[in-house]
């Protein structure tokens, strides 16, 4: 196969010769551009002006705007996409709404990596009308190889605005000279540039199988966007063909025009102003301007990319700028920690708003290392941020532009704490392992650099602190990040279904009666070919495995249906008895209808707990993956932390009340584009869906995806649902096992009624008296206990019976103390009865046995200090040592006993004899083995524990005196 680099250096060659057959000449000159050659790069490009130049800031060496009013217009982030969309309104585009940043109507990437995104692959390859043709879109982009270069060159981000110019016609049709010389309109008139400014660039561009020559713009050494002329598809055999449809693919970033024109520093500076400002304040850092001004026009060269030593680059610009390359670096790179702060932020808030979670899955690993990034940022330089304004700063200012995203600002707080505390809870953990390795002071290699942080956690800058503390150099990647991202791909590679050696090619694609009629359990069909074991007919009431839900099981002319599946649109019938059909047969088709409905009611389900779960989690909730079985269903559902029992039934109350709703279930084939126009891109709960038509399951008022799933006609045909299970099964993925139908709900445990009554029983049991309770009421009180809904009972029932242990416990004490207690049972159980309310009494029942734990060790304390008082009385001393022998009833008053006993005289030796068991203690300045003793005193009783303390399990049967004299011979 040719590489995409040799069809660009051959479509090259031809360029160089010809430019007039591939880029907008025409209208070039007739702007007074004409044609030069870089003297540095060596590419052809386009000038008003007599230069040698590009313009490419490696080849110019730099900006030349900064600190400049170069253009007429000044525009903010903002005003740029309102400036452009009005621009190119009257030019005769239509500008529409943004895609997700999350590419869910596509089955090979996660990210939306560019405008063009949004209309592959359907639209570009002739599949699916555009929105509107021509157009121009606002589309926000996430990428993740930049990242280590995000703060440092002034213009890198992971996240940014690809305004996007359209437009995708036959090729008679396609306007290359007018979309070119929109571009120019904008360039002039709508930044305000002047002509001798701009710089066209001529160059190739490939990707997704097609390719297509392209110009790119700059102007003062800033490269403004390009615009790709896709015209060719490239053939398996490495050639370049026509395509039937051209495609004009313009991408701008709106954070260019916004810096260009008011010349700021940084590109952060010009595009989120409000938090740059913000960050400045927040961490009192106040910019060198001059430094950092004489800096960027050559921050460029710093692109880790392009760049093969970047240390080597960093002296060579201290020495242009006559500085110190350690106190350049140090500014540069604290500044660089709030710019990537202000970029990072950005991408989360985003990436979270449209459903995406930081784990340690796929393409959303990024997320994590982007927040941990900004932790870390934020613990090298001590700076106390506030983290939840600078997301709510963004979406404040960008609010004119994407509304949406202070839609969902509380749910993305609560994400990013639950990250916050998975980031604390390896911390210390992290802290050991690199301490280790540092001591070792073996060096650790980029490879195990990377290796620590995917798989530990453990970040750059960590290892970088710990290394200080010793003097050990550890070098940090420059391009830490960016490799650690190509650690994990978007997305896996999908298995086929149906093995490759099933050939059903000339076959035209099966008719499938199922969506006709779901309740259709029987038909007559021709047999139009049998392979093997399998039988295909030209319709089939059979639903394939498919969607996540299993085939349909029966009998054809009475002969068992085992399995049945699909591939290239044609349904495979596995029989029994292949051998006694024949082409052009008719045949007599039942399935098993009791499993067809309990799957019918099962994928209702699933499409009604998956609308539900956005309503009570939040939208950041997405299906993960499905399993649709007779018997139950199985939801994946993308979510940062465990459902806690009162979300589990809150989720399911809401599910059943759409049951009850008698809510309408429609099912129809519907253009993508009106479906996608319709319902958005929650659709595409189920992941990507092929095709021109998608099927839309449209539960009325309430929920709306693209399934081919069976579905009944009405909500209240599911009869009921409940969750039996919810358990994480991967990071930011909790599963949901659920069943519906009479049938099924009747074999299962524990109704919503149940766990009330059996609350209010366990209650009664012990004097409290309830009359009402809800399921709330039960969620909120099991929480005061840390505990499931469905545990309540028993830890109601369990703490009662810890109380009256307790009190039983506080009078034992109390009468060895020689004190006078009053049992409070009776008054505590009234002190309950005098409130109705289950939350309440929980906490106070709570607060009654901490308050009793905290008597019963006040008390224990207390006669641990006259243990011990009355066994100092019996120390006898031997040799070096105090040894105290005694005897403590209570085994746990004797393991008190003898720790005080060893801190209060370092030397002692301490032995005490309970009822069933013997312990010995030895203060730290004793140089006996407390396991050596014992071992002595009571030969043949099993020892546990260590030289400090020791427990065997018999009791002292010798004297005091018998004691004494065997420890005097092991002194000895």
Same mark, same amino acid.
């Given at each position: 196969?040719?590489?995409?680099?040799?069809?660009?250096?051959?479509?090259?060659?031809?360029?160089?010769?010809?430019?007039?057959?591939?880029?907008?000449?025409?209208?070039?000159?007739?702007?007074?551009?004409?044609?030069?050659?870089?003297?540095?790069?060596?590419?052809?490009?386009?000038?008003?002006?007599? #230069?040698?130049?590009?313009?490419?800031?490696?080849?110019?060496?730099?900006?030349?705007?900064?600190?400049?009013?170069?253009?007429?217009?000044?525009?903010?982030?903002?005003?740029?996409?309102?400036?452009?969309?009005?621009?190119?309104?009257?030019?005769?585009?239509? +500008?529409?709404?943004?895609?997700?940043?999350?590419?869910?109507?596509?089955?090979?990437?996660?990210?939306?990596?560019?405008?063009?995104?949004?209309?592959?692959?359907?639209?570009?390859?002739?599949?699916?009308? +555009?929105?509107?043709?021509?157009?121009?879109?606002?589309?926000?982009?996430?990428?993740?190889?930049?990242?280590?270069?995000?703060?440092?060159?002034?213009?890198?981000?992971?996240?940014?605005?690809?305004?996007?110019?359209?437009?995708?016609?036959?090729?008679?049709?396609?306007?290359?000279?007018?979309?070119?010389?929109?571009?120019?309109?904008?360039?002039?008139?709508?930044?305000?540039?002047?002509?001798?400014?701009?710089?066209?660039?001529?160059?190739?561009?490939?990707?997704?199988?097609?390719?297509?020559?392209?110009?790119?713009?700059?102007?003062?050494?800033?490269?403004?966007?390009?615009?790709?002329?896709?015209?060719?598809?490239?053939?398996?055999?490495?050639?370049?063909?026509?395509?039937?449809?051209?495609?004009?693919?313009?991408?701008?970033?709106?954070?260019?025009?916004?810096?260009?024109?008011?010349?700021?520093?940084?590109?952060? %500076?010009?595009?989120?102003?409000?938090?740059?400002?913000?960050?400045?304040?927040?961490?009192?850092?106040?910019?060198?301007?001059?430094?950092?001004?004489?800096?960027?026009?050559?921050?460029?060269?710093?692109?880790?990319?392009?760049?093969?030593?970047?240390?080597?680059?960093?002296?060579?610009?201290?020495?242009?700028?006559?500085?110190?390359?350690?106190?350049?670096?140090?500014?540069?790179?604290?500044?660089?920690?709030?710019?990537?702060?202000?970029?990072?932020?950005?991408?989360?808030?985003?990436?979270?708003?449209?459903?995406?979670?930081? #784990?340690?899955?796929?393409?959303?690993?990024?997320?994590?290392?982007?927040?941990?990034?900004?932790?870390?940022?934020?613990?090298?330089?001590?700076?106390?941020?506030?983290?939840?304004?600078?997301?709510?700063?963004?979406?404040?200012?960008?609010?004119?532009?994407?509304?949406?995203?202070?839609?969902?600002?509380?749910?993305?707080?609560?994400?990013?704490?639950?990250?916050?505390?998975?980031?604390?809870?390896?911390?210390?953990?992290?802290?050991?392992?690199?301490?280790?390795?540092?001591?070792?002071?073996?060096?650790?290699?980029?490879?195990?650099?990377? %290796?620590?942080?995917?798989?530990?956690?453990?970040?750059?800058?960590?290892?970088?602190?710990?290394?200080?503390?010793?003097?050990?150099?550890?070098?940090?990647?420059?391009?830490?990040?960016?490799?650690?991202?190509?650690?994990?791909?978007?997305?896996?590679?999908?298995?086929?279904?149906?093995?490759?050696?099933?050939?059903?090619?000339?076959?035209?694609?099966?008719?499938?009666?199922?969506?006709?009629?779901?309740?259709?359990?029987?038909?007559?069909?021709?047999?139009?070919?049998?392979?093997?074991?399998?039988?295909?007919?030209?319709?089939?009431?059979?639903?394939?495995?498919?969607?996540?839900?299993?085939?349909?099981?029966?009998?054809?002319?009475?002969?068992?249906?085992?399995?049945?599946?699909?591939?290239?649109?044609?349904?495979?019938?596995?029989?029994?008895?292949?051998?006694?059909?024949?082409?052009?047969?008719?045949?007599?088709?039942?399935?098993?209808?009791?499993?067809?409905?309990?799957?019918?009611?099962?994928?209702?389900?699933?499409?009604?707990?998956?609308?539900?779960?956005?309503?009570?989690?939040?939208?950041?909730?997405?299906?993960?993956?499905?399993?649709?079985?007779?018997?139950?269903?199985?939801?994946?559902?993308?979510?940062?932390?465990?459902?806690?029992?009162?979300?589990?039934?809150?989720?399911?109350?809401?599910?059943?009340?759409?049951?009850?709703?008698?809510?309408?279930?429609?099912?129809?084939?519907?253009?993508?584009?009106?479906?996608?126009?319709?319902?958005?891109?929650?659709?595409?709960?189920?992941?990507?869906?092929?095709?021109?038509?998608?099927?839309?399951?449209?539960?009325?008022?309430?929920?709306?995806?693209?399934?081919?799933?069976?579905?009944?006609?009405?909500?209240?045909?599911?009869?009921?649902?409940?969750?039996?299970?919810?358990?994480?099964?991967?990071?930011?993925?909790?599963?949901?096992?659920?069943?519906?139908?009479?049938?099924?709900?009747?074999?299962?445990?524990?109704?919503?009624?149940?766990?009330?009554?059996?609350?209010?029983?366990?209650?009664?049991?012990?004097?409290?008296?309830?009359?009402?309770?809800?399921?709330?009421?039960?969620?909120?009180?099991?929480?005061?206990?840390?505990?499931?809904?469905?545990?309540?009972?028993?830890?109601?029932?369990?703490?009662?019976?810890?109380?009256?242990?307790?009190?039983?416990?506080?009078?034992?004490?109390?009468?060895?103390?020689?004190?006078?207690?009053?049992?409070?049972?009776?008054?505590?159980?009234?002190?309950?009865?005098?409130?109705?309310?289950?939350?309440?009494?929980?906490?106070?029942?709570?607060?009654?046995?901490?308050?009793?734990?905290?008597?019963?060790?006040?008390? %224990?304390?207390?006669?641990? #200090?006259?243990?011990?008082?009355?066994?100092?009385?019996?120390?006898?001393?031997?040799?070096?040592?105090?040894?105290?022998?005694?005897?403590?009833?209570?085994?746990?008053?004797?393991?008190?006993?003898?720790?005080?006993?060893?801190?209060?005289?370092?030397?002692?030796?301490?032995?005490?004899?309970?009822?069933?068991?013997?312990?010995?203690?030895?203060?730290?300045?004793?140089?006996?083995?407390?396991?050596?003793?014992?071992?002595?005193?009571?030969?043949?009783?099993?020892?546990?524990?260590?030289?400090?303390?020791?427990?065997?399990?018999?009791?002292?049967?010798?004297?005091?005196?018998?004691?004494?004299?065997?420890?005097?011979?092991?002194?000895?």
């Amino acid at each position: 196969m040719v590489s995409l680099n040799s069809l660009k250096a051959e479509l090259k060659k031809q360029t160089d010769k010809s430019p007039e057959k591939f880029y907008p000449v025409k209208t070039l000159k007739e702007n007074g551009f004409h044609r030069a050659h870089c003297a540095s790069c060596g590419k052809y490009f386009w000038t008003t002006i007599e #230069s040698k130049l590009c313009g490419d800031p490696n080849c110019s060496g730099g900006y030349t705007f900064i600190g400049q009013e170069v253009a007429k217009k000044k525009m903010d982030f903002i005003q740029v996409w309102e400036e452009f969309s009005k621009t190119f309104k009257k030019l005769g585009y239509a +500008p529409i709404k943004r895609y997700p940043v999350v590419a869910r109507w596509r089955d090979d990437v996660y990210w939306n990596n560019a405008s063009i995104y949004d209309f592959q692959p359907y639209v570009v390859n002739g599949e699916v009308e +555009p929105p509107a043709n021509p157009l121009v879109v606002p589309q926000p982009c996430v990428r993740f190889n930049d990242i280590d270069n995000v703060g440092i060159t002034g213009r890198h981000y992971t996240s940014f605005i690809m305004i996007g110019q359209h437009a995708f016609y036959e090729k008679k049709k396609f306007n290359q000279e007018k979309y070119f010389e929109d571009i120019l309109v904008w360039l002039e008139k709508g930044m305000g540039l002047k002509k001798e400014a701009i710089k066209f660039h001529e160059d190739q561009w490939g990707g997704g199988g097609n390719m297509g020559v392209c110009m790119e713009f700059f102007a003062h050494g800033l490269e403004i966007g390009n615009q790709v002329y896709m015209t060719y598809e490239v053939t398996e055999s490495g050639k370049l063909r026509d395509l039937k449809l051209n495609v004009l693919d313009m991408g701008m970033g709106q954070e260019r025009p916004a810096w260009l024109t008011h010349g700021t520093n940084t590109s952060y %500076e010009a595009n989120f102003p409000t938090v740059v400002k913000e960050l400045y304040g927040q961490t009192g850092i106040r910019p060198d301007n001059d430094l950092v001004r004489r800096f960027l026009p050559y921050s460029g060269l710093l692109n880790f990319e392009e760049v093969g030593n970047l240390d080597k680059t960093w002296k060579e610009i201290a020495d242009k700028l006559k500085v110190d390359v350690k106190k350049l670096r140090d500014e540069i790179l604290k500044l660089s920690a709030i710019y990537s702060i202000g970029d990072h932020t950005r991408t989360l808030l985003f990436a979270i708003s449209d459903g995406a979670l930081p #784990s340690n899955v796929g393409g959303q690993y990024n997320l994590r290392v982007l927040y941990r990034r900004i932790i870390d940022f934020i613990k090298k330089y001590g700076w106390a941020l506030d983290l939840e304004g600078i997301i709510e700063m963004h979406a404040k200012y960008l609010k004119p532009q994407y509304p949406e995203l202070r839609k969902n600002l509380e749910d993305i707080y609560k994400i990013l704490r639950v990250e916050r505390e998975k980031y604390d809870n390896t911390a210390n953990k992290s802290r050991k392992i690199v301490q280790q390795l540092i001591e070792r002071k073996e060096k650790i290699s980029d490879d195990k650099l990377i %290796e620590l942080y995917d798989s530990q956690g453990i970040t750059p800058e960590l290892i970088e602190e710990e290394a200080k503390k010793i003097n050990f150099q550890v070098k940090i990647p420059e391009n830490f990040y960016a490799r650690v991202a190509e650690r994990h791909p978007e997305v896996q590679t999908k298995k086929e279904i149906v093995s490759k050696e099933i050939n059903v090619s000339g076959l035209r694609e099966s008719y499938p009666l199922y969506y006709e009629n779901t309740k259709l359990f029987e038909c007559k069909s021709k047999v139009l070919k049998v392979i093997g074991k399998y039988i295909i007919l030209d319709k089939t009431i059979f639903y394939p495995t498919g969607g996540g839900q299993s085939n349909d099981i029966g009998t054809l002319n009475g002969i068992k249906v085992l399995n049945v599946e699909k591939i290239k649109g044609v349904i495979l019938h596995e029989i029994e008895n292949p051998r006694v059909f024949k082409v052009g047969q008719t045949v007599h088709g039942v399935i098993d209808s009791e499993r067809r409905m309990h799957l019918a009611q099962n994928h209702d389900a699933a499409h009604i707990l998956g609308g539900a779960t956005r309503k009570i989690l939040g939208e950041h909730i997405w299906q993960s993956g499905s399993q649709i079985d007779p018997d139950k269903g199985r939801l994946d559902i993308t979510h940062y932390t465990n459902l806690t029992d009162i979300e589990k039934y809150e989720i399911e109350k809401l599910a059943n009340k759409i049951v009850n709703g008698k809510h309408k279930i429609l099912k129809k084939f519907t253009p993508r584009n009106e479906a996608e126009e319709k319902f958005g891109f929650t659709l595409y709960q189920g992941g990507a869906v092929p095709g021109k038509l998608i099927r839309v399951v449209n539960i009325q008022d309430f929920d709306a995806q693209a399934c081919g799933g069976t579905h009944l006609d009405n909500t209240s045909e599911t009869e009921g649902i409940r969750i039996i299970k919810t358990e994480k099964i991967q990071d930011g993925v909790i599963r949901l096992v659920f069943v519906a139908g009479k049938v099924l709900l009747e074999e299962k445990e524990f109704s919503e009624k149940e766990l009330i009554k059996s609350t209010v029983i366990g209650l009664e049991k012990y004097g409290v008296k309830l009359e009402k309770v809800s399921l709330e009421d039960l969620g909120q009180t099991a929480k005061v206990f840390s505990v499931k809904a469905v545990d309540l009972s028993k830890t109601l029932e369990r703490f009662f019976s810890e109380i009256r242990e307790n009190s039983g416990r506080t009078e034992d004490l109390e009468k060895l103390l020689g004190l006078k207690g009053e049992k409070d049972d009776k008054q505590f159980i009234q002190s309950l009865n005098k409130t109705k309310d289950l939350g309440v009494i929980a906490k106070l029942i709570f607060e009654h046995w901490k308050a009793q734990r905290k008597q019963i060790n006040e008390l %224990e304390n207390r006669y641990t #200090s006259k243990i011990v008082e009355d066994l100092f009385v019996k120390a006898r001393p031997l040799g070096d040592y105090n040894i105290i022998i005694g005897h403590v009833g209570d085994f746990g008053l004797a393991i008190r006993a003898a720790a005080v006993a060893t801190q209060k005289e370092t030397s002692a030796i301490v032995i005490i004899s309970s009822e069933t068991k013997a312990i010995c203690a030895v203060g730290k300045d004793a140089k006996l083995s407390a396991r050596e003793v014992l071992n002595t005193l009571i030969p043949n009783a099993k020892i546990s524990g260590d030289s400090g303390r020791a427990v065997a399990d018999q009791k002292l049967s010798i004297s005091e005196e018998e004691a004494l004299t065997k420890l005097e011979k092991v002194l000895e």
